[in-house]
């Protein structure tokens, strides 16, 4: 476990303890698995870094679904949304 200073998505700094999750495509961004508040049990999220967004999240005991799941949404909704939800604008092609 790592830990990862970031402002979230209200713009107040925050601190993560998680792990970096890589994904093919995507290399320009950061994702971090991280523990998080999902229900009662606790869960999981992965957020993106540079804009503190969460992208992707689940219950406790689901962790080692969660690359599955943040690779089936960027599949789903493509570069280009996700630029755009994060606030980066459109990709040049």
Known sequence: ?????IRNEFGQPQE????EVGVPGYEELQFILHAWLY???????ITERS????IASGP????????EQLERQLRAHG???LMRVLGRGDLSS
Do not use: Q, Y
Not at 16 to 19: Q, V
Not at 60 to 67: I, K, M, P, S, V
């Open 39 to 45: 229900d009662k049990r606790g869960g999981w999220a």
């Open 51 to 54: 804009s503190g967004k969460r």
């Open 16 to 19: 993560l303890l998680g792990e």
């Open 60 to 67: 406790a005991g689901t962790e080692h679904l969660a690359r």
């Open 1 to 5: 476990m790592e830990k990862f200073l």
């Open 79 to 81: 570069k280009d949304a």
